[in-house]
């Protein structure tokens, strides 16, 4: 059976465990695939990296409230008044 590996670098669990930031290293900013008998098992993910993820899955999120709200009713406020 093939997989789709989503990254350039992937390493064994082996590995990861031997040097756990080494590995994650080894992928310069990039996702590293820890491979489980040559079978992607999960993604080593930086922290930056996935920082950026969790954005993008936030303004998507928002996109869609937006799309959604679309056709509301407008209601008009004045900060002054508040």
């Given at each position: 059976?093939?997989?789709?590996?989503?990254?350039t670098t992937?390493?064994?669990i082996?590995?990861?465990k031997?040097?756990?930031?080494?590995t994650?290293?080894?992928?310069?900013?990039?996702p590293?695939?820890?491979l489980?008998r040559?079978?992607p098992a999960?993604y080593c993910?930086?922290?930056?990296?996935?920082a950026?993820?969790m954005?993008?899955?936030e303004?998507?999120?928002?996109?869609?409230?937006?799309?959604e709200?679309?056709?509301?009713?407008i209601?008009?406020?004045n900060i002054d008044e508040l």
């Amino acid at each position: 059976m093939t997989f789709k590996v989503l990254t350039t670098t992937a390493a064994s669990i082996t590995e990861l465990k031997r040097d756990p930031m080494g590995t994650l290293h080894a992928g310069e900013g990039a996702p590293v695939a820890i491979l489980n008998r040559n079978e992607p098992a999960f993604y080593c993910v930086p922290p930056a990296l996935y920082a950026r993820l969790m954005d993008m899955l936030e303004d998507e999120e928002l996109g869609r409230i937006i799309d959604e709200r679309a056709g509301e009713k407008i209601i008009e406020v004045n900060i002054d008044e508040l």
